[in-house]
Nanobody, 124 residues
Framework: QVQLVESGGGLVQAGGSLRLSCAAS????????MGWFRQAPGKEREFVGA????????YYADSVRGRFTISREYAKNTVYLQMNLLKPEDTAVYYC?????????????????WGQGTQVTVSS
């Protein structure tokens, strides 16, 4: 069992930056692939990015590639989403998720555990 708690969301102007954190509790965190997803009002939840269990491989949605970076800190059982050059269209509730996978997990239905989400609002 893994529990995930996101933090770091807030209100930021376009062009600004935020860093989201996802703190995990439970056993064997290092064996889980981690992902970030987001859901804007009236839209389906969409993939943002993922990192594999070792932290050596990452993959991003086209809409955020080059602006967002995922990293993980094993000593703190935490995964981060660094978001730069934010745009109003990045406004959404951001969720982290975990799954047992040897590689990168892009599909939403693969993930077993989810956090409660954190709101990110980007003003123009």
């Amino acid at each position: 069992q893994v529990q995930l708690v996101e933090s770091g969301g807030g209100l930021v102007q376009a062009g600004g930056s935020l860093r989201l954190s996802c703190a995990a509790s439970g056993r064997s965190f290092s064996r889980y692939a981690m992902g970030w997803f987001r859901q804007a009002p009236g839209k389906e939840r969409e993939f943002v990015g993922a990192v594999n269990w070792s932290g050596r491989s990452t993959y991003y949605a086209d809409s955020v590639r080059g602006r967002f970076t995922i990293s993980r800190e094993y000593a703190k059982n935490t995964v981060y989403l660094q978001m730069n050059l934010l745009k109003p269209e990045d406004t959404a509730v951001y969720y982290c998720a975990a799954c047992r996978s040897d590689g990168l997990a892009v599909r939403i239905d693969i993930y077993d555990y989810w956090g409660q989400g954190t709101q990110v609002t980007v003003s123009s």
